[in-house]
């Protein structure tokens, strides 16, 4: 699963590129992002599926043996109880490949991360005012 060897532009010739039972978890992953954040725009940033809104939001990939969610640090402190059972690091959370994505979990993050971005750029905008 090598996803450097083309270049891609958008989220669906991404997740073209893998495996039948690969993709419905990615498609199920973009799909869970989308609702929870209707207004995200979707891009490719830094090679990965990305969905942003006022900022990043959520970046995600598949690997060989999990499927990796990057909703930055702030987005993995404030789950971090939730998070314990899943391998993670600073700004990453690593899904098995071989178990269910937690979706309702995924949901709430993205959200969490919408109402970061959210605040941080109404922020912005009355320090200009």
Known sequence: MDTNKGS???IDEYIA???AEIQIKLQELRATIKTAAP??????SYQMPAFAQ???LVYFAAYKNHIGFYPTGS???AFKNE???YETSKGTVRFPIDKP???ELI????KFRVSENLKRAELKYSKRK
Do not use: R, T, W
């Not at 949901?107 to 993205?110: M, W």
């Open 83 to 85: 998070l314990s059972i």
């Open 54 to 56: 006022n900022g990043i």
């Open 107 to 110: 949901n709430k993050i993205v």
């Open 101 to 103: 994505l937690p979706l």
């Open 75 to 77: 987005g993995i402190e």
């Open 39 to 44: 207004e995200a725009v979707e891009k490719i």
């Open 8 to 10: 891609y532009i958008s």
């Open 17 to 19: 590129l893998f495996p």
